[in-house]
């Protein structure tokens, strides 16, 4: 599987997303032909090679007609998707960008979502900067996302609202939940349209992900200081073959007072919301009483939502977390016929490793139904899959 690496050491922009892109080999052409899909007029792209701190980038900036400059509402945006030609993904993903973005400004603004107008984010250049980064992943075939923690500047910055303080409101905001930090001059190196890509495209944050890196795209910022790049760095490679190694949140927490039916409900909630895996450790806490203690893996973005379930489902009244890194192999699920019937089986790869794991309900329906032992049902798509294997080779 392909997958890109977003190294925001020095922030992250839409412009800086375009420009990686283009410079890890999108060809502007084919950009601007995916964009006019988009019922949108009265800008050009424009892309040029630049250096910062000694380094080649590629700087895109989206250059705009001022007739069709202007403020945009989430009804403007939804219009404009829903009159696009893009692809249902594109639209949808987009859409979940702009979505994060309108309810950051309301939260901060205390407004609904649809009473927002979105200045300096709202004009052309933001959809165009939002869709293309999108198209621009799709030429690539990337498949996921996954992102450095993100350096967010400092200082203050312009905005219609008039001088704010770094990062901005929204982009706070939006950051929630995610590793950030501040270095470098004082400027505003993360943006509320980067904070709305990332935040809805990275499937994790932390060190760089184990995977053969093939192609390297910089992309350039608008600023050029002399004491570090303004550049964001996509780094893009394939896993196959590669056990994959990702940074993951487990959270706990001991309960000692709840009704036993209820763990149930609440697994269902956290796997709902995105838990990578949930399990119960029975424990004894102090003066011997017997306790349960419930776990939970899941990314790091996800951890605000795995928190406020946990502390509204169950009795604990406070819960514990940590970051730690994990090797994954690199895992597909596809049907193998077994003589009895259909079955589901995870095939899970690291290199010479293999391993397959037939879907365990599917094999218990077709032992009940041929009235066979449930083991011989198992074996047998066990054995399926190899040979499957081996004739596609």
């Given at each position: ?144 996302v996954y992102a450095s923690p993100i350096n967010l500047g400092s200082g203050t910055v312009k905005t219609s609202h008039g001088i704010l303080p770094v990062p901005a409101p929204a982009t706070a905001e939006l950051l929630k939940g995610i590793p950030v930090y501040s270095s470098g001059d004082p400027f505003e190196k993360t943006t509320p349209t980067g904070a709305g890509l990332i935040r809805t495209l990275a499937h994790g944050f932390g060190s760089i992900p184990a995977f053969a890196p093939d192609t390297t795209g910089i992309g350039a910022g608008g600023k050029d200081p002399a004491s570090m790049p303004n550049v964001l ?161």
């Amino acid at each position: 599987m392909k997958i890109a690496w977003f190294d925001c050491f020095s922030g992250i922009s839409g412009d800086m997303c375009l420009g990686a892109l283009v410079d890890a080999g999108v060809p502007l052409g084919a950009l601007a032909k995916e964009l006019k899909k988009i019922p949108i007029q009265g800008y050009k792209l424009m892309s040029d090679k630049v250096k910062r701190c000694g380094i080649a980038a590629t700087k895109v900036d989206v250059v705009i007609d001022k007739k069709h400059s202007g403020e945009r509402r989430w009804d403007h945006i939804q219009n404009i998707v829903k009159r696009s030609t893009l692809s249902p993904s594109i639209k949808k993903k987009g859409l979940s960008v702009f979505t994060s973005i309108f309810e950051a400004e309301a939260k901060v603004h205390g407004e609904p979502p649809g009473e927002i107008h979105l200045h300096e984010l709202g004009a052309v250049d933001c959809v165009v900067d939002i869709f293309g980064t999108l198209i621009g992943l799709e030429i690539l075939g990337i498949k996921e996302v996954y992102a450095s923690p993100i350096n967010l500047g400092s200082g203050t910055v312009k905005t219609s609202h008039g001088i704010l303080p770094v990062p901005a409101p929204a982009t706070a905001e939006l950051l929630k939940g995610i590793p950030v930090y501040s270095s470098g001059d004082p400027f505003e190196k993360t943006t509320p349209t980067g904070a709305g890509l990332i935040r809805t495209l990275a499937h994790g944050f932390g060190s760089i992900p184990a995977f053969a890196p093939d192609t390297t795209g910089i992309g350039a910022g608008g600023k050029d200081p002399a004491s570090m790049p303004n550049v964001l760095r996509i780094i893009i490679g394939d896993t196959s073959h590669v056990a994959g190694q990702d940074t993951v949140v487990v959270i706990e927490t001991n309960i000692d007072d709840m009704n036993p039916q209820i763990y149930e409900y609440v697994s269902e909630r956290l796997f709902d919301a995105g838990a990578l895996d949930v399990w119960l450790t029975q424990i004894m806490m102090k003066k011997m009483r017997p306790a349960a203690k419930l776990s939970v893996i899941c990314s790091r973005n996800e951890l605000p939502v795995m928190t406020e379930i946990i502390l509204r489902e169950t009795t604990s009244i406070g819960i514990r977390w940590y970051e730690t890194a994990r090797t994954i192999m690199e895992r597909e699920i596809r049907n193998v016929e077994t003589g009895y019937g259909t079955v589901g089986i995870k095939i899970a790869r690291s290199g010479n490793i293999a391993k397959a794991t037939p879907e365990y309900e599917d094999c218990r329906k077709l032992a009940k139904k041929n009235c066979v032992p449930l083991a011989q049902v198992m074996e047998k798509a066990k054995e399926n899959a190899v040979l499957k294997k081996s004739r596609s080779r």
